[in-house]
């Protein structure tokens, strides 16, 4: 066991996930499918083509509540790391957050005269397009920005610093949806389901937060250094 978040190359992959469930969203957003058998991490890392220090920085780094120091910056792949964050955005904006709105549909009784379903869903709505341009202006503005400089160009006008100055967390109004929800939403019937999509929500929520520190305390670093070592 590592309830600190210790692992190493030469440790099974599945004793990670099945001691730490909550890694299995890493593990497909690096690209690594199940059934690994018996195989150590780093074998199954080398075999899908994944870098294994960045993929052992953000696991242990997730395990360790994100309070690990910063500093790895030299040793992660910024490739990888860069591939990591992609993944993810694609995975919040098209996959997680439009099944929370479909569960979300057919929680809340839009039927009825209830004002506070709507009002539900206009929230969940704006807080989605929030989410999309903040990670659009990632995509489209700091992801290639990097890319430049992993290709030995010198991108005038930019800095990552820049980008760190200005990322701001994204959960906040997620966090005012749910006290919605928790604390005006009328009693009914369907209270499974309601329940069912608010754990949802505190899982998208602690994600999303993790996705951020993943961004400012590994990702930041780890491109700062790149840029010190190409004279940016
Ligand atoms: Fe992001
Ligand atoms: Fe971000």
């Not at 919605?180 to 998208?204: G, R």
Request: hydrophobic residues 40%; proline residues 4%; glycine residues 6%.
């Amino acid at each position: 066991m590592h309830p600190h978040g210790n692992y190493l190359p030469g440790d099974k992959m599945r004793n990670l996930i099945c001691e730490n469930y909550l890694l299995l969203q890493v593990l497909s957003r690096f690209g690594i499918p199940l059934g690994f058998g018996d195989k150590t991490v780093e074998e199954v890392c080398r075999e899908r083509g994944v870098d294994c220090r960045t993929f052992l920085a953000v696991v242990n780094f997730t395990l360790d509540g994100c309070c690990r120091m910063a500093g790895e910056g030299e040793e992660i792949s910024v490739p990888s790391l860069m591939d990591y964050l992609q993944q993810s955005h694609h995975y919040f904006l098209d996959f997680y957050l439009p099944a929370i709105r479909r569960k979300l549909i057919e929680a809340i009784d839009c039927s009825s005269e209830h004002k506070i379903a709507w009002l539900i869903l206009r929230f969940y709505d704006e807080y989605v397009g929030e989410v999309r341009k903040h990670m659009a202006y990632e995509d489209e503005n700091v992801f290639p920005y990097v890319s430049a400089l992993l290709r030995g160009e010198r991108p005038p006008h930019y800095r990552i610093d820049t980008f760190a100055r200005h990322h701001g967390a994204i959960e906040e109004r997620l966090t005012e949806l749910k006290n919605i929800i928790i604390q005006y939403y009328p009693e009914q019937e369907k209270n499974l389901l309601l329940n069912a999509t608010l754990l949802d929500l505190f899982s998208c929520e602690r994600e999303l937060a993790q996705h951020c520190k993943v961004e400012d305390l590994l990702f930041v670093p780890a491109v700062a250094s790149l840029e010190r070592r190409s004279g940016q």
